[in-house]
Every structure is written in structure tokens, then in C-alpha cells.
């Protein structure tokens, strides 16, 4: 590990364009243009996402899927279903279970910020060539996707390990 933090430059400009994209995102939440922006939260979307790519499931296939724990899919699907964009069913080989299932008017609403969504993408990359946005999906999926391996195996982005605990300068 210190072998990769000596030097800096590079890996410098990296951590600090990550920080800024994280607080604009943040701060925009990216949430498209136009009446749909800002209009759904990110544990909605996420949440509303995965149900429509991956179909009906229990809360805790939904938590594991996400990396996040049951209480807090509960939490965070109870607005979901008072709204009517998730609908709860019984399982269908065990009718004690209970399933989320994405309902016709959450499909709506989710492809309507998703629209909203990517046309905000187009826009923020409009002077891209069709190889730079991908090659700029392939390295940021890339990199969500380390970053979700250092998290299943226990270890907070920040370097600390496991057990260690992260200090406010790399929390931030």
C-alpha cells in the first residue's frame, strides 16, 4: 500500500477529481434535467433499479444485491411501497414470504427519471466521442466495481483495514 501512495502526481489528481465528482454529484445528485431532476432520491433509484433488472425478490436478496444491510432495504422500501412505486406479494413457492416486486406505476416513474437521467449524461458529455463515453463507463464501472470488492471483503475505501478504523482525513 505505501508503495502506491509514494510518488503522489498522479494518483493525487485521481483521489482530488474523485472528491470533486463525489460532491457534485452530491450536490446535483445527478438527477437529469428538466421537472424530473432531482426528483428521486438515490436509494430509490438504486433500489427501483435493481428490482427492474433483476425482478421480484425478498429483502434480503434485495440487501445482499446492493451490499447494504436488511433493516436498511426495509427502511428505504417502507416511502417505495406507501407511494405505490413497490408493491409487496406473497412468494410464490412459499406464500409466508414476502417479495418486492417493482408495480406498473414504479415502472413508469423509474423510466422517467432514467430518461431524464440520460439525457442529463448526454448533455455533461455532448463533446465526447462515442469511444470516450465508453471508454469513460468501462473505467468507471470498473472502478465502482474495486471499490465494491474492498467493501465485501471488510475493507472501508479509505485504506484502512479491516478493523482499522478510518481517520476524518481519509473519510473525507
Known amino acids: 500500500m505505501t508503495t502506491l501512495l509514494q ?11 474523485v472528491a470533486v465528482f463525489a460532491r457534485r454529484a452530491e450536490q446535483t445528485r445527478l438527477g437529469g434535467v428538466g421537472q424530473v431532476r432531482n426528483s428521486m432520491d438515490r ?11 433483476e425482478g421480484p425478490m425478498g429483502v434480503k436478496a434485495l440487501a ?3 451490499g447494504i444491510d436488511s ?3 426495509t427502511r428505504q ?30 415502472q413508469a416513474r423509474l423510466d422517467e427519471v432514467r430518461s431524464s437521467r440520460r439525457e442529463l449524461m448526454a448533455l ?15 473505467l468507471l464501472t470498473r ?7 474492498r467493501q465485501s471483503a471488510g475493507q472501508p475505501a479509505s485504506g484502512a483495514g479491516p478493523g482499522e478504523p478510518e481517520s476524518e482525513a481519509t473519510a473525507s
Open 71 to 73: 433493516s436498511t432495504v
Open 64 to 66: 445482499a444485491g446492493m
Open 43 to 53: 436509494a430509490a433509484y438504486l433500489l427501483l433499479n435493481r428490482l427492474d433488472v
Open 77 to 106: 422500501v417502507a416511502p417505495l411501497v406507501d407511494t405505490g412505486l413497490v408493491k409487496r406479494t406473497s412468494h410464490p413457492d412459499d406464500g409466508r414470504a414476502v417479495v418486492l416486486e417493482l408495480s406498473q406505476r414504479g
Open 124 to 138: 455533461l458529455t455532448e463533446g465526447w466521442t462515442q469511444e470516450e463515453r465508453e471508454s469513460f463507463c468501462t
Open 143 to 149: 472502478f465502482n466495481g474495486a471499490l465494491s470488492e
Open 7 to 17: 510518488g503522489g502526481g498522479l494518483l493525487d489528481d485521481l483521489q482530488h477529481q
